[in-house]
């Protein structure tokens, strides 16, 4: 009895591994040349916060807000709703501000699916391990009430899960630079994309947060050595996902994601993403982040981390691509950001053709909101170009392209057409460029 059982487990290992192997090979990003062979359907959207009080003149590009993207994406799940984001203050339980509303609501939207009798839907959510409490009570009375399953996602190297994502059945996502935080919905300003009707990208969107959520279910922070080959990609850079968007028009479109040891097989390091961006750029480069400089300045020792800083020189002296910046500027921006923010703007002074622009983005606050922690700043992460879209939620700092968990979407034209989410960033950046809340980089800016 015994031969035959040994000789019928070899009979199986022998047929299945070719079986492991096909699944690999097909998630691995080798067919890089390969066409695809149509445009895959999704409706796109620029989703943004604009904090209560900042305004713009009449003609201004408008977007959806941010709360009004949750609350649709809620409307829509029907089976499952998963989460990824840092901490979950929503509730503004420690101040006294009608401004904390629509994060109350969302929390309460989210905990009714622990009532008993209702139709329950699978919510799971994956966040960052953290000592202080605060940071995950939200989460944590979700989980209690039995509304959520929570995970929380350790990394090493002092790692943080940075990644900001909702994914609705498999069909629709949002992804960007927004909080589970009563803040980012009314304080903070954020930006994202908003997917429906979506499910291939989605779907590959799913297998970063199904990453975080097996990180998280272990416990120990352990990451595997070798991903099962279901977290694989197809598309990357080199083979992105053709769309059709909004029944419009075409893009390609891929998911980057960092750090290296969460990349896994066929993704696209977020900062190789980055890199791309500004080295395929013709004529310009506009940024919006919150913050920059090439330093990794969490850890034991600071370290000079110059890829981001040298790509953006090099294309403004070889190839004389215009660069704008907009960078945050309130009262925990590091010290040492004015002083490389100079450096990189002062090229411009070095040759006549080259046109580096920095502006610092101020949120006004009076002094009974600056008694709130943590609000009237501008939290985006974004860069748009003569021919890509780049959405993320990572600042533009060392220690969150080595060590963190982020994500980042990026989209580019196929064809020169006027009205395209890309041209639709554009004008965003440009809106806030030339609006009165920007400011020129200049010695001892107050705010």
Request: glycine residues 6%; proline residues 5%; negative net charge.
């Amino acid at each position: 009895m015994i031969p035959i059982i040994i000789l019928f487990v070899l009979v199986l290992i022998v047929l299945l591994l070719p079986l492991e192997t096909l699944h690999r090979n097909a998630g691995d990003g080798t067919d890089n040349n390969k066409a695809v062979p149509a445009p895959l359907p999704c409706e796109l959207q620029l989703v943004e916060t604009l904090p209560i009080g900042l305004s713009y003149t009449q003609n201004s590009p408008k977007f959806m807000g941010t709360y009004e993207a949750w609350k649709l994406l809620l409307d829509k799940a029907k089976l499952t709703v998963d989460i990824a984001a840092p901490y979950w203050t929503l509730r503004g339980i420690d101040v006294n501000d009608s401004s904390t509303q629509p994060g109350d609501h969302i929390f309460h939207r989210l905990l009714a699916n622990g009532d008993g009798g209702k139709p329950k839907l699978r919510i799971r959510i994956a966040m960052n391990k953290s000592q202080e409490s605060i940071l995950h009570a939200d989460a944590k009375i979700l989980a209690n009430y039995d509304a959520a399953e929570v995970v929380a996602v350790k990394l090493p190297n002092a790692g943080v899960l940075n990644a900001k994502l909702w994914i609705v059945d498999g069909q629709h996502f949002y992804l960007g630079s927004a909080n589970m935080d009563w803040r980012s919905l009314t304080q903070v300003k954020e930006l994202g994309v908003l997917a429906q009707n979506c499910p291939h990208l989605a779907h590959d969107v799913g297998k970063i947060f199904n990453a975080y959520w097996e990180l998280g279910s272990n416990g120990d922070g352990t990451i595997p050595s070798q991903w099962h080959w279901t977290f694989d990609t197809r598309y990357r850079l080199g083979r992105p996902m053709l769309l059709n968007v909004n029944k419009n028009y075409t893009m390609q479109a891929y998911i980057s994601s960092t750090p290296v040891a969460l990349t896994t097989t066929g993704r696209t390091h977020d900062l190789d993403a980055i890199l791309n961006v500004i080295e395929s750029a013709a004529e310009f480069i506009n940024i919006a982040v919150m913050d920059y400089f090439p330093l990794i300045i969490n850890g034991p020792n600071v370290q000079f981390w110059p890829p981001i800083d040298n790509a953006l020189r090099r294309a403004a002296v070889d190839r004389g691509v215009a660069i704008k910046m907009l960078v945050s500027w309130w009262p925990n921006s590091h010290p040492s950001e004015d002083n490389f923010l100079r450096s990189l703007q002062e090229f411009s002074q070095v040759m006549q053709h080259v046109d580096i622009q920095i502006r610092r983005f101020i949120v006004p606050v009076n002094d009974e909101l600056e008694q709130i922690p943590l609000i009237r700043f501008s939290h985006n992460s974004f860069m748009v170009s003569d021919k890509i879209a780049y959405i993320g939620a990572s600042n533009w700092t060392g220690e969150f392209f080595m060590h963190s968990a982020g994500i980042g979407l990026v989209l580019a034209d196929t064809t020169l057409i006027e009205s395209t989410i890309r041209t639709d960033l554009f004008k965003l950046f440009m809106r806030d460029w030339y609006s009165p809340y920007s400011l020129a980089l200049k010695r001892n800016l107050q705010i």
